[in-house]
């Protein structure tokens, strides 16, 4: 059966949206590390949250960073980067979020410490999940390019 965030959710799907959400945290987490100096786009951990296309796209974009000289680390202004379930739908052993991303990580050149982009992002996401035998895992993340200019109100 299909559900929204927006109504009324049965205990399981609401512990289904938890469990979506958790993951979602995980991978930018482990995508925080794996950017972060030395540069690791092979980790493992990004495996345990993502697959498919999510997977290729992430490891792609970390790797193309040290080429660059450059790695991802806390914003220095001391606001950490969140991600929040805005919205979601459940489909059998898929589901899709909208989410709520505040960006705050600084991009810096490895060699000198000079930070690249410290722009806070704060944008709506969508995240596609497909349900494995070893739990959730993320497939696809999309955002609107020209849309970076806030999240949906219901994002609280």
């Known amino acids: 059966p ?12 609401a512990e289904i949206i938890r469990e979506l959400g958790a993951v979602l945290r995980g991978l930018h987490a482990a995508a ?24 290729t ?10 080429d660059e000289g450059l790695a991802r680390r806390v914003s220095r202004a001391g606001r950490l980067s969140t991600v ?3 919205s979601g739908k459940i489909s059998g052993r898929t589901a899709t979020v909208v989410a709520c ?6 991009l810096y050149e490895i060699n ?20 494995t035998t070893g739990g959730w895992k993320i497939t696809k ?3 609107d390019p020209d849309d970076a200019d ?7």
Not at 37 to 51: C, D, F, K, Q
Not at 57 to 66: F, H, K, M, T, V
Not at 112 to 131: A, C, L, Q, S
Not at 150 to 156: D, N, P, Q, V, W
């Open 32 to 55: 925080r590390v794996a950017g972060s100096e030395p540069v690791s786009p092979n980790a493992e951990a990004l495996a345990t949250y993502a697959t498919g296309e999510a997977l």
């Open 57 to 66: 796209e992430i490891r792609d974009q970390l790797a193309a960073q040290p």
């Open 112 to 131: 000198t410490g000079t930070t690249i982009d410290d722009e806070v992002i704060v944008r709506d996401i969508t995240v596609n999940f497909v349900k």
């Open 150 to 156: 806030g999240c949906s109100a219901s994002a609280g």
């Open 84 to 86: 929040q379930i805005v």
């Open 141 to 143: 993340v999309s955002f």
């Open 101 to 106: 991303e505040i960006d705050t990580d600084e």
């Open 2 to 13: 299909e559900t929204t965030t927006t109504q009324a959710l049965t205990p399981g799907h």
